[in-house]
Structures are given as C-alpha cells and as structure tokens.
C-alpha cells in the first residue's frame, strides 16, 4: 500500500523569485521519502507551482499571513474545530483543502525552512494548527530539519512546546536548537541540514566531484537582510573582503543569489540587488550565475574553492564538501545557524556583517590557510553524518 505524507515546507515560488534553501529541503526530503516508498502531498504558497516541480500533490497554506495574534489564534480554534467536519468552512477556505488532504494521507511531516521564532509568527501558526489537526485525525507528526528560536515570546513557547510535545520525532540543527527543545520537555535529535546531500549522488555531482576536476572560483552569496547594519557601509565593506579574497586565492569571483529571479535577464531583485551593489564597489572581475534551481545551486557550492556567505545553505551544500567558509553573520540567529552547519564539518570561520573587511578578512586568511585540514576534516565527518541522516530518513518513513 502506498504511504502518503501531508508535508509542510516554505515552498511555492511566488512573483517568478526562487528561495533556494527552502525549497532544497522539500527536496530532499521528498527524495528520501521516495526512495523509501513514500510520496507527499505539499502545502504550499503557491500549490500548483509547487505540484508541477516536485511532481507531488498540493494545497494552499491555512492563512496566517496578515494576522495579529489574537486573530491568529481565533483562525487557528476555528480550523482545528473543523478538523472532523471540513464542510463547515467556506469551500473556497484553503484550510478546508487541507483538512481533507489530512484526511486521505498517514502523517505529517513538518519539514525544514520557515523556521519556529517570534519573528516569523506565521510559520508557527501554520505548523502549529497543522499539528493539531493531525492530533483530531489521529494522524502521526515528525518535525524535520529545524531551527528553534533563539527568540521566542512565552506565547509561542507555549504553542511550539504543546506541538512539539505531541510529535513522534522532532530533528534539529544546532546545539542551541536541542537545548531549547528540551526547555520545552522535548527530546530532539541533532544532525545536519536535511539537504546536505541533495543531488550529490546525481551523475552530473558525480562528474562535478571528479578528483581530475579541481575546485575552482571565490563564491558569493550574500543576504539582502543586513540585520539593520548600514546599507552602504556593508557594502563597503564586503566588496573589500571580496577583492581580499580575490587576491589572496588568484580565483575568480562568482555571485549566485539564493533567493533571487528565476527569469536571468529580469532587472535584479532580492539578493542580486545587494550582489549588484557590491560588485560595483570592487576593484577585482566578478561574474553573476542566475539564481537556479537547488541542485545547481548545490553542485555549484561543493565545485568553489572558497565560499563567502551571508546565507545559511551555500554553507549546508560546501561543508560537506570540504570547502573553506567565510560565514557572515548580522544577529544571533544568523550566527546560530551558520556556526551551526559549520561545526557539523569541523569548521566555524564566522564574522560580523559589520566588519568584513576586519574580522572576516582575519577569517578569510585562517581558513584558506587551513584549506587542505578543512577538506580532510570534512571527509573524516561524511560517512558518520551520512549514515545518520540515512537513518534518520528511515526513522520518519517508519514513523
């Protein structure tokens, strides 16, 4: 009999821009899902876009988005009501969809992106009124791939611990992520981003891994959140770190926004706007490579000889890879996430935004000294995290 998962992703390209990372978990995870005879149905912002690259099934999200708090948790008791009579909402409420989707799959798994913190309300409103539902269908959930807090107000905890609470399996990315889930009584497994092997066992990663072929090229990929530093003296100074990079490896520069147009001839939006704003600020060459798909993006990150990023998952695709990191972080919550992927390969070469040029050139110069350590030390970590993340993948289609 063929398994079936709802499954809840921020996924759905939407005004033809492309969030790489979000999108390359739902990828994974319906990779591995498949290759253990599974199949999801998405929730997604945008389903029919959604359906049509994953080749799944797909309904729209709850609907939080606009709401206050009070009228988030107003929405959510009505749609958890209606979990055993979707007929009492409007037909044209996309919960209705979801609750009857619910209803014809054997679980639901929440998987990575949309991280649970205060400051993207919506998301755990969203998993969270799924959960509950699941709860009154009497349907399994696991939580995959996570980030927790680090800032969450004492209403979210609660929401959060309740669901988290009822999950059968609940994974994390960071040591701080675990120590928080068991602040709110849930033991949690720690491992990698559920898209650290994406594609990596394709032919064309295959070829791009070949040993004959060496690494080559500085990337770039650079967040448009600057955590409110100034705009144009960031920019300042990372366009000087990029030309230090530049110098010091003899490489050529690439930039590839992760979250940036699908359509490359379309004017730069996103972080290709940023990527624009420091190019023009740099003496060395650079070049720009259209934002893609995440299993480019993925092989792309795991073939350059350096990486310097202001987003989490170039990180999650050129660790693994042994690839040397400049992490540049504007927040705690970037800096968790970075030094969270980092130490899963033994590396932990993070900065502050606002100071590129001092503190990142120092990171710059430690780790493209340390790159040949970098790359053994990755390879000693590879077959332990895979084999974990295998069983992990296990452990959700078993549950």
Known sequence: MLVRLLSIGDIGVSDGMMHIGDEA???????????????????SAEPGESAERYG????????FTGLSRDDADDRMREVVAAARHPSSLGTDDPARAVIEAMAHTDGVVVAGGGNLASRWPVHIYDRVTLAAIAGELGRPVVVTGQTFGPDLVAHDRTLLARALQNARLVGVRETTSLALARELGVEARLGVDDASFLGDRDPRANADADASAPRS?????????????PRDETVAHIARLVD????????????????GPLDAASPARGDAALHDEVRTRMTAPSRVIPTGDPRAAARLARSSALLITGRYHPAVFAAPAGVPIVGLVADDYTRIKQLGVLGHWGQDGVAPLSDA???GAAVLDRVWSARRQIVAGAAEREPRNRAEAALWWDSVARV
């Open 56 to 63: 799944v099934e797909a309904v729209p999200r709850i609907g």
């Open 244 to 259: 230090r990079a530049a110098e010091l490896t003899g490489e050529q520069v690439a930039f590839h926004a992760h979250f």
């Open 357 to 359: 040029d001092g503190a």
């Open 217 to 229: 090229g500085v990337l770039v990929s650079l967040s448009l959140s600057l955590g409110g530093a």
């Open 25 to 43: 978990m739902f990828e994974a995870l319906r990779d591995e899902m498949r290759a253990r005879g599974v199949e999801l149905v998405a929730v």
